[in-house]
């Protein structure tokens, strides 16, 4: 389960990262945010088109499709879109949706390994 999370995460990363994608213009475009979507298969089943239909329902003043960043198929089923916070809350009360989460960006802060001062070690 664990690493099944891992990898949600990992592959949500490379696609954002690798999406290259401008929003529309709008007032607020300093407050959209990426948000991943978590919605019920037996409703959407995976369909790209269902997605843009469901985003016309919260979003407003820019298009679903300039709004839609990702549709994932294969690790969970969903999307990646561009919202604000109050679309996100709205977006969690359509039917068949079952998480928002805003993107996070996660870092290792990790020090560096000293390897020589190991081999010096079990010289010793």
Do not use: W
Not at 54 to 77: A, D, F, M, Q, W
Request: hydrophobic share 35%.
């Amino acid at each position: 389960m664990g690493s099944r999370v891992i990898l949600v995460f990992f592959t949500f990363y490379i696609c954002v990262v690798s999406s290259i994608r401008t929003l529309a213009p709008s007032s607020d475009n300093s407050q959209i945010r990426l948000y991943l979507v978590s919605v019920d298969y037996a409703l959407y089943h995976n369909d790209c088109k269902k997605y843009e239909q469901l985003l016309e329902k919260v979003i407003h003043g820019r298009y679903p499709k300039n709004s839609l960043v990702y549709c994932y198929k294969h690790v969970t089923y969903g999307f990646a879109a561009a919202l604000t916070e109050k679309e996100a809350e709205k977006m969690k009360g359509e039917e068949g949706v079952r998480s928002v989460i805003k993107d996070m960006i996660y870092t290792f802060d990790v020090a560096p390994y000293d390897y020589d001062a190991d081999i010096d070690e079990s010289r010793n």
